[in-house]
């Protein structure tokens, strides 16, 4: 009997939760500390790794994602000894991938190579803006000279390399995004993620944004046009979205990422790394401790996990639906039914396809360039049924 | 038994917030009525929502044991009574059971619209009254100042006001001995045939049917038969008591006294307030005069946001209505809204309470549709029909003509707000008839159609006044106007329980506030959803809600799966809470917050 999870293959995503600096906008479980003995991460990433490899032995891994937080701190030989416990847990694929998230700061771009010696094959780097006021109204360290620079390295060093911008930014004006699109495409890269800016709770901007400080940030409208732009820019440049955020060269795609959006299974190591494993026909939802010190605590007392769920079928189908719907592929109608056990809404579904927001091709549904924008307010009416 | 001389009853009349409550408080405490330790703050007001709003809807009795300076006994029964102009019914029949009132008149702030309204029941009711001025523990106090206004504006003579805090407690003492020496003995015959006033009755989960009495001759017993007089149905009383403010029960109460009986009667419907109750035979001959009944006169719908709840919501409302006899319901089915209940009140406050109460003990959320008063359809046949409804409006080709019901409100404001309160009057379609002023105060008489005011004319005189306006209306009849059915499409589909009753003139004016407020209030779809107002086939406002261009999650990867998971989980509960017409999602508060008008 082969599980769900084959169709979208097995990954292992490993947290490396530092920075340098915390950015104002960032949510992600990012900690700014002066000292840290990376022997310790080597040995606790290791535990992580013997714990999780009885329950997944037998499969083969197709790819590894160090993400962050900044893992381009991490040094080139805690990177080379996780690589090579993984290797050792299971087979490979023999087009592994392995992704390192790096931010574009000279001393970081020294370690590349080392990187790429320890088995890295892919680098995205998060560049976020082309302009130097930009970059620093966002709280970012690095100059545009010096991401240029980092770049160009990074691309000596690495077949593949991605970056990442963020967009309707502060006075940003539509025209002012679509020149530096431009500008990034006439960058030697393959794959670029194209992020809008988002206001998330909790965060400086988020705070700022709710006493009403935070001017500028484009209208809804204007954000709404930055996005169309974006797909038909990069489309006509060769890099096609297959994602709602994500563009590459057809063959570039991130086979990572794709492991989420196709709901395959991935296991996360590392403070709040989130995970979904399938074990004797049961996925389950993995989630580990948050903080970088009490996830190295319960990881020496055995374990670093914090919460381990069963996720019910109707749990699946929903993420499944979240997930693959957000692919230019779309969602397999069949596994999808698998799992919820009944048909999507005709009635909604011929609704949809009516407003021209999703097309059904063969056995599968996706969004239409209409929908994608309003993808959220399409799987509402998906998943209300 | 007390003798009658040892009796005085009594009610206290005030406006909202000049200490009605306070005081009654006081005068329990003062003569040891309640244990200090039991005391709580607003005794008599015993709902929860009474007590959260400060108001008091129901009335309520409590029996005061007083030793007075003269050193005898007095027994005191004290009724509370809503200060509310929805509840004025209640005011009215618990006055006819008592013979005094005191007129409680905050003194740093004087006369206001209710006091007014409420100390005329007073007087028609031939009370003899007791100014008592309140709050002389604060600063801003100026006794004399009201005293002069009471005597100028109500024409009493109030050179004998009592003066008290009744925060403080002075002048406590002064108002027992005022109500022994000023008020009336009741009285009545203790050998005659039993007569008593059947004053109010509800409903009680242990006991059934409270029945709350006032012996006018005779004596009620404990095992006695009695005959109700309206229906002639008999019934045996097994308990009689009296409120200290809990129930305490004694064998008899005789002429003068107010307290309680129960009787194994079920259902608060079974019992007429008004009546006559007497012996079941040799009882007296002549009944007193009736009340006249409270009629609704705002009507709206209630529907369940969960359609699965619509038993959940018979129940509750079958509960409420045992208790509240003023309150009508029918069940109604709405094309968008599924089933439901279309539910008379007397007022918007009573309309809100009801709805408090269902949504608060019964745990059902509701759906509101827009208040309507009750309209006369003249036909061309000539057969009048009463109009609940606008949904249910004829077609107006067989409409002779439309009457609606008027008020005459009255509405006291100091003098720089005047401008304002005219000029919301005059919006509203109304018709001075009257402007004097009081000191620095205007006095101000309009006759105005009630579905003007039904709905948010009291927030907005409180708004243009800051406050400072109170306000006071009774309904005095109806009159033909120029009336029409609007109605609201959304995408292009009739939505029923939005559709209202306006004036021709005001139609326009309406439809586009309507049309803007509900673009607010929609969430935006995928396509672009056309609002419009119209009155027969003809479209008078429209705006239109352009289509959401940009609703997706930027980032989202492996660990935010079971986050996106949650919010869209989130997000589905609110689309639940929705409303679809057609193709639209409506949400519930969109059905009220629609017809608030700003100006
Ligand atoms: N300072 C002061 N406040 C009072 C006095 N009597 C009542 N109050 C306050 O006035 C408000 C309204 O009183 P309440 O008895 O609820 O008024 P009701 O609406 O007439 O029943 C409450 O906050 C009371 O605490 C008084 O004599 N002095
Ligand atoms: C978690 S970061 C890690 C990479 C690296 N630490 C960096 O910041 O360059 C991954 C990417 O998410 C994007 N991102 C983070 N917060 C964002 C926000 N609030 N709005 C839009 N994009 C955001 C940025 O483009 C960033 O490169
Ligand atoms: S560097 Fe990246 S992970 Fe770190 S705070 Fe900034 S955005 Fe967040
Ligand atoms: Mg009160």
Redesign the pocket.
């Known amino acids: 009997m082969t599980d769900d999870w084959q169709q979208g293959g097995f990954g292992l995503y490993v947290h490396w939760p530092f920075c340098q600096a915390k950015c104002p906008y960032c949510d992600f479980n990012s900690h700014v500390s002066s000292q840290i003995d990376q022997k310790i991460w080597v040995a606790a990433y290791l535990s992580e790794l013997d714990r999780n490899a009885p329950d997944l032995s037998g499969r083969v891994l197709n790819t590894i994602f160090f993400g962050g937080g900044t893992p381009s701190l991490m040094e080139p030989e805690t990177v080379a000894a996780v690589i090579e416990a993984a290797r050792k847990h299971w087979p490979v694929s023999n087009d592994l991938e392995i992704t390192l998230e790096a931010n574009p700061g000279s001393v970081e771009a020294g370690r590349f190579s080392g990187y790429r010696d320890a088995g890295v094959n892919r680098i995205s780097m998060g560049i976020q803006a082309l302009n130097d006021n930009d970059l620093r109204r966002l709280g970012r360290i690095h100059s545009v000279a010096e991401a240029r620079a980092a770049f160009d390295i990074a691309r000596s060093c690495f077949d593949r390399v991605s970056f990442d911008l963020i967009y309707a930014r502060q006075d940003q004006t539509l025209s002012d995004w679509t020149a530096e699109l431009t500008e990034a495409l006439s960058m030697a890269v393959d794959h670029l993620s194209l992020y809008q800016l988002t206001i998330e709770d909790g965060t400086a901007f988020g705070d700022r944004y709710a006493r009403g400080k935070l001017r500028g940030l484009p209208e809804d409208e204007t954000a709404a046009d930055m996005y169309l732009s974006t797909q038909e820019i990069c489309a006509s440049h060769g890099l096609p979205a297959y994602e709602v955020s994500n563009h590459a060269r057809p063959g570039s795609e991130s086979r990572h990422n794709q492991i989420y959006w196709r709901y395959g299974d991935y296991l996360g190591i590392g403070p709040g790394a989130h995970g979904r494993l399938t074990i004797n026909g049961q996925r389950y939802a993995t989630e580990t401790f948050r903080m970088p010190g009490e996830w190295v605590k319960a990881v020496n007392s055995g374990s670093g996990d914090a919460l381990r769920t069963p996720l019910s079928t109707t749990e699946q189908a929903e993420e499944y639906m979240m997930m693959s719907m957000r692919l230019s592929q779309g969602l397999d109608i069949e596994r999808y039914t698998k799992f919820s056990g009944s048909p999507i809404n005709s009635h909604k579904l011929s609704q949809l396809v009516d407003l021209g927001m999703v097309e059904q091709d063969g056995a599968m549904l996706r969004a239409t360039t209409t929908g994608r924008p309003v993808l959220n307010a399409i799987l509402r009416e998906l998943m209300v049924g | 038994m007390t003798d009658l001389a040892h009796i005085r009853n009594f009610s206290i009349v005030?406006?909202?917030?000049?200490?009605?409550?306070?005081?009654a408080d006081r005068l329990i405490q003062e003569t040891g009525t309640v244990k200090d330790r039991d005391m709580k703050e607003?005794l008599l007001d015993s709902m929860d929502i009474e007590r959260e709003r400060?108001?008091?809807i129901k009335a309520n009795t409590v029996r005061i044991d007083y030793t007075a300076d003269n050193g005898e006994h007095y027994v005191l029964n004290l009724i509370d009574t809503p200060?509310h102009v929805d509840f004025a019914y209640e005011v009215s029949r618990s006055m006819r059971a008592v013979e005094g009132s005191l007129l409680?008149v905050d003194s740093t702030q004087g006369v206001e619209a209710q006091t007014l309204a409420n100390v005329y029941q007073a007087i028609e009711a031939d009370h003899e009254i007791v100014p008592v001025l309140?709050?002389?523990?604060?600063p801003a106090s100026d006794c004399d100042r009201v005293a002069e206004q009471i005597e100028d504006v109500i024409g009493i003579d109030a050179t004998d006001a009592i003066q008290?805090?009744?925060?403080?407690g002075q002048g406590i003492h002064a108002t027992l001995e005022s109500i022994v020496t000023h008020l009336p003995a009741p009285k009545g015959n203790l050998d005659a045939p039993l007569k008593a006033m059947l004053v109010d009755s509800w409903y009680d989960a242990y006991l059934g049917v409270i029945v709350l009495v006032r012996i006018m001759d005779g004596t009620l017993k404990r095992g006695m038969r009695v005959k109700f007089m309206s229906n002639n149905t008999l019934h045996h009383v097994d308990r009689v008591g009296v409120f200290r403010p809990e129930m305490e029960m004694v064998d008899s109460l005789g002429p003068g006294e107010i307290g309680f009986l129960t009787a194994s009667i079920k259902q608060v419907r079974d019992t007429r307030v008004g009546d006559t109750i007497t012996n079941d035979r040799n009882g007296t001959e002549v009944a007193l005069d009736g009340f006249k009944p409270a009629q609704p006169v705002v009507f709206c719908g209630l529907f369940p946001v969960d359609s699965s709840e619509f038993e959940d919501l018979r129940d509750a409302i079958d509960k409420l209505a045992l208790n509240d006899a003023s309150f009508s319901f029918e069940m109604e089915t709405s094309a968008a809204l599924g089933f439901g209940f279309r539910c008379g009140f007397l007022g918007l406050l009573h309309l809100e309470v009801i709805r408090d109460r269902i949504e608060r003990e019964y745990d059902i959320e509701l759906i509101t549709t827009a208040p309507s008063v009750v309209y006369h359809i003249f036909m061309r046949d000539g057969a009048m029909t009463e109009l609940h409804n606008p949904a249910d409006m004829p077609d107006m080709t067989l409409v002779d003509h439309l009457e609606e019901p008027r008020i005459k409100a009255t509405i006291l404001v100091p003098d720089e707000y005047l401008g304002d309160v005219l000029k919301l009057c005059q919006d509203r379609r109304g018709i001075q008839e009257d402007l004097t002023y009081a000191g620095t105060r205007a006095m101000v008489v309009y006759d105005l159609p009630l579905n003007e005011v039904v709905f948010d004319f009291y927030d907005r005189l409180k708004s243009v006044t800051k406050g400072y306006a109170s306000f006071d209306y009774h309904m005095t009849g109806y009159r033909e106007d120029n009336l029409v059915k609007m109605s609201i499409l959304v995408n292009d589909e009739p939505v029923d329980a939005l559709s209202m009753m306006v004036h021709r003139d005001r139609a326009e004016m309406r439809g586009r506030a309507m049309c803007e407020k509900l673009k607010d209030l929609i969430p935006r779809h995928m396509f672009k959803i056309p609002i419009q107002a119209a009155i027969g086939g003809k479209v008078i406002a429209r705006e239109t809600l352009s289509a959401l261009r940009k609703d997706v999650t930027a980032k989202c990867y492996g660990g935010d799966a079971t986050r996106k998971r949650k919010l869209l989980d989130k997000q589905k509960a609110g689309k639940k809470k929705m409303r679809q017409f057609g193709k639209v999602d409506i949400p519930q508060e969109a059905f009220i917050s629609a017809l608030k008008m700003d100006g």
């Open positions: 005030a406006h909202i917030d000049h200490g009605k409550s306070t005081l607003q400060g108001i008091t200060g409680v309140n709050k002389i523990d604060l008290v805090s009744a925060k403080t």
